[in-house]
């Protein structure tokens, strides 16, 4: 075949027509269709598919990680229940009696039930019962028992807030915190796996490149050693194609091997539901379903800023720790008021049919109280209120520092995935282009026109550009769980879910 054969084969693989040429492409389609079929008989591309969506689900069901980020929260939850346990109703009762030398001193009996209101007042419910022949006045009853009902208002300090309803706001940003620090351990478990399963799928893909080439070898050097055998090489040339099975031993050897690893890593994620580690599942491979490309651009960058403002977990923790400062601040300036408490109680027979609460009766029948007091100087309360102050100042420079990070990594992201996009493309042009040339220079070698030392490079091209292709397949994967990361939205790692 000649150099005008070589271009029609180049045209042809081009896909340009020409009826002309019809035989020289079907020399060359035949040629390749028989070393495809030899190569599928030495490249390893068994298993069942494997898919990231699958591997995840495994992930969050039955990971210790995922397992400890569940009870990170659960336990913030817990502390929540126990800040509303300030408000919870409290009923008390006690007997006090004495007796000596066959005298009864006194007998008293106190019940209370006591009901916190959220507003910082305390509504009270007691009974009271007084007998005995030394019996203090102040407590005494009426022989059936005494009912009050009343309530205790805050008037200066606990007005605004008190300790129980600023315990109740830090335990409820606890809780935000505790959700965020659920959120925060997962993304960084997932976008671990996502860069594992997308080094299992670059090693995956290497091995099985390297096993094409070791195969295509193999297969040239016995076609050298016809020629050589029929007069039509020289015999170094069989030196060199062995030379040059011996290079792709070796680099199926290392692909292998990097195979085998990246396969221990991914199985390290691996649990089941008794929390055991767990194999693989069978026979397995990798495939790209879940990492599909597109649908993620610059123009989405408004929206996924939005997403990350809302969502990611390390903002949403700076956010409950600006919260519980400010709940803490808010209970400084309290401090800052003289306390002031009025207390008012109606009184009531045990067995009286009076309405309890009317007027004409509760002016006879009452107990009331105002208590006022306040430090002179207040200096433990100016210092509370001046550190309160600088916690506060200090967590909001950190959230509009950190906005401005998760800012910076969002946009980051988009950029690698988009510029992610245009490298895969140009390089699975590369990848075509080097088969061409391959494919050429092998018309060439087979019509006595080039050398096998030029074929090899030519296909040692084919082998690092499919090579490069794959790798940055993998990057997908951890372009996207970057992106997942930094916006706290886990739905972003896969497409189509």
């Known amino acids: 075949m000649t150099r005008r054969s070589l271009a029609i084969a180049v045209a042809g693989a081009l896909g340009v027509a020409s009826t002309g040429h019809a035989q020289a492409r079907s020399r060359l389609d035949s040629a390749m269709i028989r070393t495809s079929a030899l190569i599928g008989t030495r490249v390893d591309t068994s298993g069942a598919p494997f898919a990231f969506p699958a591997f995840v689900d495994v992930i969050l069901a039955n990971h210790p990680v995922a397992q400890q980020a569940r009870l990170v929260a659960e336990q913030a939850r817990a502390e929540l229940r126990t800040a509303w346990g300030a408000f919870d109703p409290k009923l008390t009762a006690t007997w006090d009696q004495k007796r000596s030398g066959g005298t009864e001193y006194f007998k008293y009996f106190d019940a209370e039930m006591k009901i916190p209101l959220p507003i910082g007042a305390d509504v009270t419910l007691a009974f009271d019962r007084t007998m005995g022949r030394y019996v203090n006045p102040e407590r005494g009853t ?19 807030t008190d300790e129980r309803r600023t315990a109740l706001q830090l335990a409820r940003s606890a809780r935000d915190e505790g959700e965020a620090e659920r959120t925060g351990i997962l993304n960084k478990l997932l976008f671990s796996a996502a860069k594992d399963y997308g080094a299992w799928y670059e090693t995956w893909r290497r091995r099985a490149i390297a096993q094409e080439g070791e195969a295509l070898a193999a297969f040239r050097l016995q076609a050298v050693r016809a020629r050589v055998a029929n007069g039509e090489s020289a015999p170094i040339d069989t030196v060199e194609a062995l ?38 599942p069978g026979v397995v491979k990798p495939v790209l379903l879940g990492f599909e490309r597109g649908g993620l651009d610059s123009t989405r960058l408004a929206g996924l800023l939005e997403t990350a403002t809302t969502r990611n977990p390390d903002l949403l923790k700076v956010q409950a720790k600006v919260q519980q400062a400010e709940a803490d601040r808010l209970f400084a300036t309290q401090g800052l008021l003289p306390f002031a408490e009025a207390k008012l109680s109606g009184l009531g027979e045990r067995g ?34 001046s550190s309160t102050g600088a916690k506060l100042e200090f967590q909001q420079f950190e959230r509009e520092r950190l906005r401005r990070d998760v800012e910076f990594d969002v946009r980051a992201a988009i950029f690698d995935l ?80």
């Open 142 to 160: 009426a022989s059936n028992g005494t009912f009050s009902a009343g309530i205790s208002i805050p008037l200066g300090q606990r007005l605004i």
């Open 243 to 280: 030379l040059e099975l011996q290079r792709r031993e070796v680099t199926r050897f290392e692909a292998e091997a990097s195979f085998y690893v990246a396969t221990l890593n991914l199985t390290a994620y691996l649990w089941d539901v008794e929390g055991r580690p767990a194999p693989l």
């Open 352 to 385: 009286n049919t009076e309405a309890f609460f009317d007027r004409a009766r509760l002016d006879d029948n009452y107990k009331a109280g105002l208590t006022i007091s306040t430090p002179l100087l207040l200096l433990k309360e100016r210092g509370k209120f």
């Open 418 to 497: 988009a510029n992610l996009d245009r490298l895969l493309d140009r390089q699975a042009a590369n990848v075509r282009n080097a088969r061409l040339l391959r494919d050429a220079e092998q018309i060439r070698f087979e019509n006595g026109e080039s050398t096998l030392l030029i074929l090899n490079l030519r296909e040692r091209l084919v082998l690092e550009e499919a090579t490069k292709l794959a790798a940055l397949e993998a990057k997908v994967a951890s372009a996207r769980g970057a992106l997942a990361l930094a916006t706290g939205d886990r739905a972003l790692l896969t497409i189509g879910r």
